[in-house]
């Protein structure tokens, strides 16, 4: 007999379990999808000491309250979140041991929109194709929900006295990690050619994030370039992050879910590091975009990641040691 | 158990290639790599074999190619390879085919229930065409239409259009929602989407055959959702409204399936 532990959902609004997406998916014709920013999901995990496609929560716009089985590891990564252990504030980015029983609050403030919740051992949740990642043309994933549980593979004895409210790892994350700016990072597209000078309007002009922001796209309103040669695209591939100009007052920015066939020309194309930003961004808020090269995105990308086996490298060292 | 599959030879396999490659970058994460040339047959084969070439997990497994007409659009992780890197691979590639790559193809029947609300468009296709609506349809039934590649949303089947002589324009307002197993045209192509989806396409037909499966069942394997493959090939046939009723929810599949 195993005793799996269990993760009860007390409150939960727009959340599921996801991972960092379904790469075998687009050469199938399936969007990869999996969490928007890619840069919170791998954190949680490597804080915990899970391997990087472990499957995750992701809570969107709301919060989620959990209540575990058995004594956990988790972290809380994303927006800027302060879970709160039984009412308690612990601070975000950073392993956190719950006791059995105890009630987990992740809320998520106005500065940003998605928090991701990583529990050592992670969950046990349906795949396909390699992935659990929520596709919602398929219908396909794990949405959580109030009432229902979510089946970990594993406990962990606590860490950490709480009694003393010590934080006693420092993995090296930064304290300003969590920050959203207001600034999104594009390459020019292959298509930016089609529209001539009218291009640099794209990087003069502000633009307010639109309600209709969802996995498959992010619509921001303001000055939208207009082509200046005609005759219809032939579908093609479209990778995520390409900004599109669709008739209309509004840009269109493609997400994760995005179908993986277009026939609109692509005018730039956000950075790996402006994904995760641009996951972050509310309704209302306004932003710019800024033109880099491929280079220095390449370089701000890999000190992200080297960052982040930094962290996995030493959570894992310490875990080690106190097991 | 995924069934068995006829091999039979493609166009695929016969082609010569002359093709120009031209590659440019699509941000940090990403390549576009068009196919020119004038013949486009010859150029979609190129292109679905560059992107089999490059789907083997060579250069590293995270870099995935996706097929279209004349374009792969190939994705990366910066942390594991570079676009510079994929570029010479890809200037390294043997445009030529070989037996090696030689890509079976299926065919798959597909009823369908052409017109009223199966098919909203379909009058308004054969006014643009200049034909009966009966004349459509036969020209939709006549050939098979070749699968070029799966698109969005959810691995759709994209052919091929009928020979209808002219271009038929999208819809101005694309409709919020067409059924699973619509089958549309637009421009020289047509569609047949698996699951329910915004188009703007004209959608003449329905088909009540069940097109996309997520338990692993699929006959291309569990590494797909839909039952078909770029290459393959569809032949459309029109039934009544009770042979649509007795076929609703039979898993679409291959014609030579045992």
Redesign the interface.
């Known amino acids: 007999m195993t005793d799996r532990p269990e993760l009860s959902v007390e409150a939960a609004t727009a959340c599921v379990v996801t991972d960092l997406g379904r790469?075998?998916g687009?050469?199938?014709?399936?969007?990869?999808n999996g969490a928007l920013d890619q840069f919170a999901a791998r954190a949680a995990n490597a804080l915990v000491g899970n391997a990087p496609t472990a499957p995750l929560i992701e809570a969107t716009g709301f919060g989620v309250t959990l209540r575990p089985s058995h004594d956990i590891l988790l972290a809380v990564t994303g927006a800027p979140a302060e879970p709160a252990v039984d009412g308690l504030p612990h601070p975000a980015w950073s392993p956190l041991s719950v006791r059995a029983g105890e009630t987990v609050r992740v809320g998520i403030s106005d500065a940003g929109l998605r928090a991701y919740v990583a529990v050592h051992g992670s969950f046990d949740v349906p795949m396909?194709?390699g992935s659990c990642a929520p596709?919602s043309?398929?219908?396909?994933g794990t949405p959580v929900t109030a009432g229902m549980s979510l089946t970990l593979h594993r406990s962990h004895p606590p860490l950490v006295n709480r009694r003393f409210g010590a934080t006693v790892f420092d993995f090296g994350i930064p304290r300003d990690i969590g920050r959203v700016p207001a600034v999104l990072d594009?390459?020019e597209?292959?298509d930016a050619a089609e529209f001539g000078t009218g291009l640099q309007r794209l990087f003069d002009s502000p633009y307010t994030v639109t309600p209709r922001i969802n996995h498959v796209g992010l619509r921001v309103a303001g000055h939208v370039p207009q082509r200046t040669v005609t005759g219809?695209v032939?579908?093609?591939?479209?990778?995520?992050?390409?900004v599109e100009a669709p008739a209309g007052d509004e840009l269109l920015v493609l997400m994760r879910g995005?179908?993986?066939?277009?026939g609109y020309p692509?005018l730039a194309?956000?950075?790996?590091r402006a994904l995760d930003v641009a996951a972050q961004l509310r309704p209302g808020q306004e932003i710019r975009f800024r033109r880099t090269s491929?280079t220095a995105?390449?370089a701000a990308?890999?000190e992200r990641?080297r960052l982040l086996d930094r962290v996995a490298l030493r959570a894992r060292t310490a875990f080690a040691a106190l097991s | 158990m995924p069934a068995l599959r006829r091999h039979e030879p493609s166009a695929m396999t016969v082609m010569r290639t002359t093709a120009k490659i031209d590659i440019?970058?699509?941000?940090?994460?990403?390549l576009?790599v068009t196919v020119d040339g004038d013949d486009t047959d010859v150029v979609w084969a190129a292109v679905h074999r560059l992107?089999g070439w490059l789907?083997r997990g060579d250069i590293h497994p995270?870099v995935?190619?996706?097929?279209?007409?004349?374009?792969?659009?190939v994705?990366f992780d910066?942390?594991h390879t570079?676009?510079d890197a994929i570029m010479s691979y890809i200037r390294s590639w043997d445009a030529a085919p070989d037996v090696a790559s030689a890509v079976p193809s299926g065919v798959i029947d597909v009823p369908v229930l052409f017109g009223g609300d199966a098919g909203p468009d379909l009058e308004w296709v054969a006014g643009v065409v200049g034909a009966s609506v009966a004349e459509v349809v036969r020209l939709v039934c006549a050939k098979e239409h070749l699968i070029r590649?799966?698109?969005?949303?959810?691995?759709?089947a994209?052919t091929d259009g009928p020979e209808f002589g002219v271009p038929v324009p999208r819809l101005a307002t694309p409709r919020l929602r067409v059924p699973p197993g619509a089958i549309s045209v637009a421009?020289r192509?047509a569609v047949i989407g698996?699951?329910a989806?915004p188009s703007g396409w004209r959608q003449i037909g329905r088909t009540p055959l069940t097109i996309?499966r997520?338990d692993?069942s699929g006959h291309t394997g569990?590494?797909?959702?839909?039952p078909y493959r770029p290459g393959d090939r569809v032949r459309f046939f029109p039934v009544d409204e009770g042979t649509y009723a007795a076929l609703l929810g039979v898993p679409m599949r291959y014609r030579n399936h045992d």
């Open positions: 790469t075998s687009p050469a199938r014709g399936l969007a990869v396909l194709m596709d043309m398929i219908e396909f594009v390459i597209g292959p219809e032939l579908s093609r591939g479209v990778p995520v992050g390409a995005r179908g993986i066939t277009a692509v194309v956000l950075t790996s491929a995105a390449t990308y890999l990641r | 440019s970058p699509c941000g940090d994460a990403a576009r992107a789907n995270t995935s190619a996706v097929p279209t007409y004349d374009a792969v659009l994705e910066p942390y570079t676009g590649c799966l698109g969005g949303p959810a691995a759709s994209m421009g192509q698996p699951v989806a996309l997520t692993g569990s590494d797909s959702v839909v």
